[in-house]
């Protein structure tokens, strides 16, 4: 059976909400392109 390979921790939640506040600005068409780049977003499925 599988183990975790890291000990979890617990932060306290405004602590966390206090590290992701005010993240950059992301430049959606430049996202929308790399995502168009490396992911294969092909509706049909594979065989």
Excluded: S
């Excluded at 992701?20 to 594979?46: C, H, K, Y």
Aim: proline share 11%; hydrophobic share 50%; net charge neutral.
């Amino acid at each position: 059976m599988p183990r975790e390979l890291t000990q979890r921790r617990f932060v306290a939640a405004a602590a966390a909400v206090r590290v992701f506040a005010g993240p950059p600005a992301i430049d959606a068409d430049r996202f929308r392109a790399d995502v168009d780049a490396l992911i294969d977003q092909d509706p049909l499925p594979r065989t």
